[in-house]
């Protein structure tokens, strides 16, 4: 019997044309592309189309330089979610004058949906203009003809400009009183985690020019409804806001949820008539423990059930060295999901590693537990 490298495994020839593969998911090693390249798709999610699975990610060059984009978002294609074929830039940083997404922009985090009624391929993903840091807390869209792209820029906005949440208190729907702006621009407001974050002001400062929009993942519902969900509010609070019919921009009904809890890399899976959400705490690019989310509705009302990784204590803490991007249904089986996660690598941003784990159920719960190498095909018998 042959064997030959093929990406990140092996695959083995049982007879002359009949290359079986036993490819492995090894989480936090390196994985090749089927040109023997490292996969660059960081922060990514997961497409099925037609057959399909495509991963859209985060292109990164190496240094620090790496966590700003320089040329987009690389899209790759797979059948069995091992082995995986570059198929190039699905949407590229543009220098052109005027353009919201040059070179040295940050573009993190894009996912990428399919809309039957208008038949475009719409992608999201958080935009900060260049040179303003993470304060700009935009999303970005574009949209394409096929599903590998090109993508074009539509435009970048932050969501939900002049619309209240809607499970907000009447007391709070009010823009902010001089006083409390003062009060509020005393905080210093980063976009992390600390004890007094004034729950019920942020938003409504952001009223008028729209709500802060960092990290963010899209969810397409079995009726057909788009979800954005976000970190806004200065990372204080998860926001989870519908989409119109075109799915390039918020419909205007949004829910906030968590408020001062500080969630952020959210993941939406549906498993057991119920929603479910994985995101982790708010630590940057350094790693942190977990959090398992769930609700009956995507507008609530959302628990939380904890920590939701298996493992070695260490493991347990920091997620596998790991935060969440992704959850991907694998197509065609029951109770079948991939959890996608990064190891990010800040000073060497090319050297991220993907952490991909098999969703296991445990009590009625959606948990992830460690595995050094997996097999796809031996996990459900793709
Ligand atoms: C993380 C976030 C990443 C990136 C990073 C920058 O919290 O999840 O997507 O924005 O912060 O420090």
Redesign the pocket.
């Known amino acids: 019997m042959l064997s030959m490298e093929s990406g990140f495994g092996i695959a083995w020839c049982a007879g002359e044309d009949a290359w079986i593969s036993l490819t492995m998911i090894r989480p936090g090693e390196l994985w090749n592309d089927g040109n023997g390249v490292p996969i660059n798709a960081h ?1 990514g999610g997961v497409l099925f189309h037609e057959g399909t699975y495509w991963w859209f990610g985060e292109h990164k060059i190496g240094g620090e330089e790496g ?1 700003r984009a320089h040329v987009g978002v690389h899209v790759y294609a797979s059948e069995n979610l091992t082995d995986w074929r570059d198929e190039g830039i699905a949407l590229a940083v543009d220098d052109a004058p005027g353009s919201e997404i040059p070179s040295g922009c ?1 573009l ?2 894009p996912k990428v949906i399919f809309n039957a009624r208008t038949g475009k391929f719409v992608m999201w993903f ?1 935009l900060e203009p260049k040179g303003g840091g ?1 304060g700009g807390a935009r999303s970005g869209v574009a949209v394409a003809d096929a599903v590998a792209g090109p993508y074009r820029f539509l435009h970048s906005l932050r969501p939900n400009a002049g619309v209240w949440p809607e499970n907000v208190a009447e007391e709070w729907k009010r823009t902010l009183t001089e006083r409390e702006e003062q009060e509020l621009a005393a905080l210093g407001l980063g ?1 992390a985690p600390f004890p007094w974050y004034p729950r019920e002001v942020v938003f409504r400062r952001d009223f008028e020019g729209g709500q802060m929009a ?2 963010m993942t899209l969810f397409v519902d079995d009726d057909g409804c788009a979800y954005q969900v976000y970190a806004s509010e200065n ?1 204080g609070t998860l926001h989870v806001s519908l989409l119109d019919e075109t799915f390039t921009k918020p419909a205007g009904r949004y829910v906030r949820i968590f408020p001062g809890r500080f969630h ?2 959210p993941a939406v899976m549906k498993w057991g008539g119920r929603y479910w959400l994985f995101t ?1 705490d ?4 350094a790693p942190n423990t977990a959090r398992l989310s769930s609700a009956a509705s995507m507008w609530g009302p959302w628990e939380e059930h904890g920590n939701p990784c298996l493992g070695s204590g260490a493991q347990i803490a920091n997620s596998f060295e790991s ?1 969440p991007t992704f959850v991907l249904p694998v197509v065609g089986k029951r109770d079948a999901f991939v959890y996608m996660a ?1 190891r ?1 690598r ?1 000073g060497n941003a090319i050297d991220g590693r993907y952490v991909w784990l098999p969703v296991v159920f445990r009590h009625g719960l959606p948990v992830v537990e460690w595995r050094g190498a997996w097999e796809v095909e031996g996990e459900w018998d793709v």
């Open positions: 922060g966590n940050i993190e985090r958080h993470y976009g960092r990290d990372n952020e890399a982790s708010c630590t940057g690019w935060q990064d990010w800040p």
